[in-house]
């Protein structure tokens, strides 16, 4: 299970990296980065780090 829980983890830090690299390409080519990517950017990152207000 822990395993398991690894490889879910590496999975979620991988599909944020990627992510957030493509919104930054958009936005250092300086073109507007669809609204769409921005939010499952954001989406991605709280799975990885979520907001324990």
Known sequence: M?????YD??????????ITNAVFGYASGGVAVPK???ERMITTIDKI????Q
Do not use: F, G, M, Y
Not at 2 to 6: P, Q
Not at 11 to 16: Q, V
């Open 49 to 52: 780090t979520p907001n324990n």
């Open 2 to 6: 822990r395993e398991i829980a690894s």
């Open 36 to 38: 769409d990517l921005s």
């Open 9 to 18: 983890d590496q999975l979620r830090t991988k599909e944020a990296e990627i």
